[in-house]
């Protein structure tokens, strides 16, 4: 479980950062592009000053973490005998110490004897990890254990999901946390509406669904600041990740992956003919719920509630969807279909064939064209 979420204006600052000084004897802090251009790196190195027990990592790129850069990062943090990453940016940099916390937790040396491992080591101190998230990407997954690594020689993707390497502390402040548009910040409260919807829908575990349904009310506040939206998708996200073999989430992965699109964006225009289908699976029990929550009355007709719903989130859709600059189909992100075939022989791999995975596929073609 997460130890803490820390949120609002200014919530990085000395009081908060300093601390961490006397409680950890070696840091380690992993920032990418965008953690640096908006000025969240600086406040991390103001608030440290000039130390010895901080060292600093800068990914080149915001993009996918190389199994290389792994294996440099993980001697690095041996070298320096960390015991706290601070990792400041996007996707990439929290990617990256989630995938350095494995190795070393494993007590191995590189990223590919570490799969090859079962267990973690014997006697191996914990590494804690505090995630810094600063801009409107790929978060949902960073409540979770969730961290991909590419190996550029064989070409393989390993994606991983380990409890051990979930952040301790997360950290969203509204002064660093980048400029984003109001068609932006609706298409982050969407996906991570319809993302709780499926988890609520078809999950089984009533802990999950729950924090799916915290999702919603968080979506929902009035006056939302950009952190709120932030947590809806990482709350909707973890929820989402629990459901078993998750084929929608690995292929809007794969797509993110391949094409460098954001996380919202793809699942809208994978599942948006979708919603009508998720708000019918939903049982009476979690409409009550739901309904404590969005504040649509629940009559005794059920299949009002869910007509209701369902034309609240398909008005928000038709607004999102109405903007110019907002790509209509999936094949105007990058997507053709070679790749919707590539991605798909990846997954019958992983999972084998099944007709949820066809039903998926055909679904994909439908939105593609």
Same mark, same amino acid.
């Given at each position: ?27 380690? #802090? ?84 570490? #799969? ?9 101190? /914990? ?35 380990? /409890? ?12 660093? &946390? ?16 319809? #993302? ?46 629990? &459901? ?20 919202? &964006? ?34 005794? /007709?059920?299949?009002?509630?869910? /007509? ?21 189909? &999936? ?39």
């Amino acid at each position: 479980m997460i130890s803490s979420i820390i949120t609002g204006k200014d919530c990085i600052n000395n009081s908060n950062l300093q601390r961490l000084l006397n409680e950890f004897k070696s840091i380690l #802090v992993i920032s990418d592009l965008n953690g640096c251009v908006c000025g969240a790196k600086s406040k991390v190195k103001k608030a440290f000053g000039k130390n010895d027990k901080v060292t600093y990592f800068k990914l080149k790129a915001c993009d996918c973490t190389q199994v290389q850069t792994v294996d440099k990062v993980v001697k690095i943090a041996k070298e320096r005998q960390t015991d706290l990453i601070v990792s400041i940016g996007t996707h990439s940099a929290h990617n990256l110490a989630k995938a350095v916390k494995y190795v070393i937790m494993r007590n191995r040396d590189n990223f590919v004897d570490s #799969v090859c491992c079962e267990q973690n080591g014997n006697n191996i101190p /914990d590494i804690k990890l505090i995630c810094i998230a600063v801009s409107a990407g790929n978060h949902q997954n960073l409540l979770t254990g969730y961290f991909e690594v590419e190996d550029s020689v064989t070409k393989n993707i390993y994606r991983l999901n380990k /409890d051990f390497v979930k952040p301790m502390t997360v950290m969203l402040d509204d002064k660093v &946390l980048d400029k984003v548009s109001n068609i932006a910040k609706l298409g982050m409260e969407l996906s991570a509406l319809i #993302v709780a919807l499926a988890a609520i829908s078809f999950g089984s575990d009533e802990q999950d669904k729950l924090t799916a349904i915290s999702a919603v009310g968080i979506a929902e506040k009035i006056n939302a600041t950009l952190s709120d939206l932030f947590l809806v998708q990482m709350y909707a996200g973890a929820s989402f990740l629990a &459901l078993q073999n998750n084929l929608l989430n690995e292929f809007v992965m794969s797509v993110c992956y391949y094409t460098g699109q954001v996380y919202s &964006l793809v699942m809208l225009l994978t599942v948006k003919n979708c919603v009508r289908h998720f708000i019918n699976k939903l049982d009476v029990n979690d409409i009550k719920k739901l309904d404590l929550t969005y504040g649509i009355e629940l009559s005794e /007709d059920v299949n009002l509630w869910k /007509d209701n719903f369902y034309k609240m989130i398909e008005g928000k859709l038709n607004k999102y969807f109405a903007d110019k600059d907002i790509p209509q189909k &999936l094949n105007e992100i990058g997507l053709n279909s070679d790749l919707i075939e590539k991605i798909f022989e990846e997954l019958t791999i992983s999972f084998g064939e099944s007709e949820e995975l066809s039903r998926l596929k055909d679904n994909i073609y439908i939105n593609y064209w």
